[in-house]
């Protein structure tokens, strides 16, 4: 079965550092992936996507990016966090046998 | 923009059965219904989906209406961890399709 490993599960970091949170899964071969966002009390935006190995599509101009270096590896980063970063980021994976399938998230504080 | 309406809440005491509405009024022939929730800090899950016949698994059924334009999640028997937001989706299946989230509805399933 498909399986989604994200971590953290939680995440502190200071405004102006670094990001870099990683997804990976199992249990499939060639899937499209996605980074979501949940703001606190709000609904799930759709950041990035990808149909395969270094093909990434930006749904919306942000402080973020991410990249895909492998079949299963999906990973979005920041150079300098910004406070309004701050969210719940959670991957997710679905094949042509399946629909949309999320991992746990990572929860991320930017202070 | 998200392609559904749903309430923002409904109550339903432990026990009873949730019915959930969902209006889809621009759904496309090949557009699916699909439901998700998410409880409370974890990652939507995948309840049911379907195209124009009524469909049940372990979890709940999907009743479609005949023109398709709107849609109704039922929870047999809700019990207090039934308690989440709700969402419906339309996509086409299996897709790359981006999943566009409204804002749900958030059913409280009381004792």
């Known amino acids: 079965s498909q399986t989604i490993h994200q971590w953290p599960a939680t995440l502190v970091q200071p405004v102006g550092s670094p990001l870099s949170l990683e997804c990976t899964v199992e249990g499939t071969s060639n899937p499209n992936l996605y980074w979501y966002r949940q703001a606190a009390g709000r609904g799930l935006q759709l950041l990035f996507y990808s149909v395969g190995i270094g093909q990434i599509s930006s749904e919306v101009p942000q402080n973020l990016s991410a990249s895909r270096p492998q079949d299963r590896q999906f990973i979005l980063s920041s150079k300098k966090l910004l406070l309004s970063d701050s969210g719940f980021y959670l991957c997710a994976l679905n094949d042509y046998n399946s629909p949309l399938h999320f991992g746990n998230g990572t929860r991320l504080t930017v202070t | 923009d998200a392609k559904t309406t749903q309430p923002p809440s409904m109550d339903c005491a432990e026990g009873r059965a949730a019915n959930l509405p969902c209006n889809h009024s621009?759904?496309?022939?090949?557009?699916?219904v699909y439901w998700y929730r998410q409880i409370h800090s974890q990652g939507p899950q995948y309840i049911i989906h379907?195209?124009?016949n009524n469909e049940t698994n372990e979890m709940a059924s999907l009743i479609i209406t005949e023109d398709r334009k709107s849609s109704t999640l039922i929870l047999p028997h809700a019990t207090l961890r039934d308690t989440a937001v709700y969402y419906c989706i339309v996509r086409v299946a299996e897709s790359t399709d981006k999943l566009i989230f409204g804002t749900g509805t958030r059913l409280q399933v009381f004792p």
């Open positions: 379907g195209l124009k």
């Open positions: 621009t759904i496309s022939g090949n557009e699916y």
